[in-house]
């Protein structure tokens, strides 16, 4: 019920029964329920009434019901976030300068940032459901383990728990690629399809595939990874990703590095919407994009998606989408053709709604967290 209404906005009893197909008597046992837990807000109804008789009431998440905390661990991008359970972000915390050297101190200074992020926005702790990161890496999603450091070079570690321990809230972990494509799936660029590549242009390359309405992970979660794909003598990681751009741009004298330590810092710069770019190093993001165009037409051809979607700061780069969809759709190189989407998520707001889903618009939630009078008292001082 509360998944349907912030999907759907605030809506009515009658709309909530037909969606998750209860009766009225139930739906409106539920919403009292949900009310006194102040997770719903009734609204007057507005516009002209249609009928005779007691005005109907709307009813929509409430802003201070419940909050969850959103976390990005990737080279260019270390952030936390919190946010409404209707998914605003409502205090943030840039954590750009922290190095990712190793897993444990960083995993403690983001835990303790989003500690901080809790205190310092002024909302009820004990209202803060619970987590979840996005980590640029191979994560088993049943445990919230990293099993490969992938791009970060970490061993493998258990993420969620470690910030769950150290932030005293539930917190879930994922791969940023497969949280970004079940966002998107969910409520984004991808609703309604089946059938879905999502390819995360930063770095390095990410990606996650959805077949049949479901993820597709393979035994060691690594099926649908493309940065492996042979590309020029080369792979795909080498030739279509930021970090790739990058060394291209130094060899032509656009750029200056300042060691590997730098490079998410430029690439930000170089991929920050609205900026003018030089001809030539428009001209690298859009062969960039052409070498990964040729070779998802490659994939395109065995896996046959409805779309491919592409996201991170590169891959929503005009330039760079503009080569993946000329080299999509040119009939002189083989493979299949495939339509290109283009994700407006960020990784902060993917994990948002993983928080989301997996905290509070899941069956095992347990109301009384928020409900004390029901539940002797007891429960929410606990929590």
């Known amino acids: 019920m509360l998944r349907a209404i912030a999907e759907h906005g605030a ?73 409404t359970c209707r998914g605003e972000v409502v205090a943030r915390r840039d954590c750009a300068g922290l190095p990712l050297d190793r897993p444990e101190p960083a995993l403690e200074a ?22 979840a990161a996005l980590i640029a890496g191979r994560v088993d999603p049943a445990t919230g383990e990293l099993r490969a450091g992938g791009p970060l070079g970490w061993r493998p570690v258990d993420a969620a728990g470690t910030l769950a321990r150290l932030t005293g809230v539930p917190f ?33 390359l990410g990606s996650a595939l959805m077949l049949d309405g479901a993820p597709v992970r393979g ?45 998410g810092r430029r690439l930000r710069a170089i991929a920050e919407p609205g900026r003018t770019l030089p001809a030539g190093a428009r001209t690298v993001l859009a062969e960039s994009g052409a070498e990964l165009g040729k070779a998802l037409r490659l994939l395109a ?31 002189a190189l083989p493979g299949r053709p495939f339509e290109t989407e283009v994700s407006a998520l960020t990784t902060a707001q993917s994990a948002v709604w993983l928080a989301l889903d997996r905290h509070l618009f899941h069956e095992r939630f347990d109301l009384d967290r928020l409900a004390p009078e029901r539940a002797g008292g007891g429960a929410l001082a606990a929590a």
Do not use: W
């Not at 790739?244 to 590095?257: M, N």
């Open 11 to 83: 809506v009515s009893r009658t709309v909530i029964a037909e969606t998750v197909r209860l009766t009225n008597a139930a739906v409106s046992r539920i919403v009292r329920e949900l009310v006194e837990a102040r997770l719903l807000t009734e609204y007057p109804a507005t516009g002209k009434r249609r009928r005779a008789g007691r005005p109907q009431i709307r009813l929509g998440l409430a802003d201070d019901g419940a909050f969850v905390l959103g976390m990005a661990i990737t080279l260019n991008q270390k952030e936390v976030v919190l946010a």
């Open 110 to 131: 983001l835990a303790q940032a989003a500690v901080e992020l809790i205190a310092e926005s002024g909302r009820d702790r004990r209202r803060v459901l619970g987590g």
């Open 172 to 204: 879930v972990a994922e791969g940023r690629a497969a949280a970004l494509l079940q966002a998107e799936a969910r409520q984004g660029c991808a609703a309604g399809l089946r059938d879905v590549l999502l390819v995360n242009v930063g770095l390095r």
């Open 219 to 263: 035994a060691a979660n690594e099926a649908g990874q493309v940065a492996g794909f042979p590309s020029a003598g080369a792979t795909l990681d080498d030739t279509a990703s930021g970090l790739a751009i990058l060394r291209r741009l130094d060899d032509l004298g656009l750029t200056e590095s300042d060691g590997p330590a730098d490079d």
């Open 301 to 331: 051809t065995v896996l046959k998606p409805q779309a491919v979607l592409l996201a991170g700061q590169v891959g929503r780069h005009p330039d760079y989408v503009a080569g993946v969809r000329r080299a999509a759709a040119d009939p």
